[in-house]
């Protein structure tokens, strides 16, 4: 039996690339605040994600580059690397992989990460 199109793998990927120009106009805006946490939100992101998948036995999905990108857009521009790799880690494990992974969470983490920034610096 074939999976179709639209599985949570293939979803996943057209969030990410759904979520590029909005990227490009957040980097554009901010320059390199930006790219710095973009580039380490997706890393924090990627590697929970590939503890927990592995853990599952779920392939890896980039429906977690929604997280940084709302970080660099949505947050205070003048975040440090230590702020980005806390709130994104609790973001994505909190709100996405803990309770029910990529389309059965109850709260999406980017909103959590914003939250748990908003509410704790």
Same mark, same amino acid.
């Given at each position: 039996?074939?999976?179709?199109?639209? !599985?949570?793998?293939?979803?996943?990927?057209?969030?990410?690339?759904?979520?590029?120009?909005?990227? +490009?106009?957040?980097?554009?805006?901010?320059?390199?605040?930006?790219?710095?946490?973009?580039?380490?939100?997706?890393?924090?992101?990627?590697?929970?994600? +590939?503890?927990?998948?592995?853990?599952?036995?779920?392939?890896?999905?980039g429906?977690?580059?929604?997280?940084?990108?709302?970080?660099?857009?949505?947050?205070?521009? !003048?975040?440090?690397p230590?702020?980005?790799?806390?709130?994104?880690?609790?973001?994505?494990?909190?709100?996405?992989?803990?309770?029910?992974?990529?389309?059965?969470?109850v709260?999406?983490?980017?909103?959590?990460?914003?939250?748990?920034?908003?509410?704790?610096?």
């Amino acid at each position: 039996m074939t999976r179709g199109l639209w !599985g949570h793998a293939n979803v996943g990927w057209l969030i990410m690339a759904a979520c590029l120009p909005v990227a +490009a106009a957040a980097i554009r805006e901010s320059g390199a605040a930006a790219v710095t946490t973009i580039l380490l939100g997706l890393l924090v992101v990627a590697s929970w994600q +590939a503890v927990f998948r592995v853990v599952q036995g779920v392939p890896l999905s980039g429906a977690g580059a929604v997280l940084p990108v709302a970080l660099a857009v949505l947050a205070d521009g !003048g975040l440090t690397p230590g702020q980005v790799v806390i709130a994104a880690s609790f973001g994505v494990v909190i709100g996405e992989l803990v309770f029910g992974g990529f389309g059965r969470n109850v709260f999406a983490a980017g909103p959590v990460a914003l939250a748990f920034l908003y509410l704790s610096y």
